[in-house]
């Protein structure tokens, strides 16, 4: 299982190496650029949410593409 945690930067160095000291949990940083994209995919994820629920309005892709 794949668990994402989100902690202070003063605390990251602790809590990497307290979670690198059980054996059957792997840990690693995320890079800026990742947390980027895994933040704006999540929340675009959201959005569609929204949007299947009726509770946000869906825009056409042809508008999309002209904004580009």
Same mark, same amino acid.
Request: no cysteine; hydrophobic share 50%; aromatic share 6%.
């Given at each position: $299982? ?13 809590? $990497? ?30 959005? $569609? ?20």
């Amino acid at each position: $299982m794949k668990i994402l945690v989100e902690v202070n930067d003063n605390k990251a160095a602790f809590f $990497m190496e307290l979670l690198r000291s059980f054996a059957y949990v792997k840990a690693k940083p995320l890079t800026a650029h990742k947390a980027q994209v895994l933040e704006e995919l999540k929340e675009a994820v959201e959005n $569609m949410t929204l949007v299947n629920q009726g509770k946000l309005k869906a825009r056409p892709a042809k508008d999309l593409l002209n904004e580009i």
